[in-house]
């Protein structure tokens, strides 16, 4: 069976994201008032976000951010790691 999905874009999420993704485990440390891990992917279909950026050109890594991140939505400060979304 060939995929025939297309990379849609990137998105930046927080540590404990790719920890979740990477691993299944979230930090023991991670406050109760944040949101879940991936919340704002949990009704997409498994397989629609795949680690690393789509392209080698673009960045993995944005060190030091405030940016909300795109896989819970927690401002918290932090690196963000690049995934790729897909269709």
Known sequence: ???TRTPQG???VCQ???MAHANGEVSPDR???LPDVWALWADEPAGSVTMGPPTADAD???PSSTSTCDG???RHWGDRYAFTYWA
Request: with cysteine; charged share 30%; net charge negative.
């Open 1 to 3: 069976m060939t995929d």
């Open 10 to 12: 990137t998105i930046y």
């Open 16 to 18: 404990d994201c790719l």
């Open 31 to 33: 406050p109760a008032d």
């Open 60 to 62: 993995f890594e944005i």
């Open 72 to 74: 819970c939505g927690d």
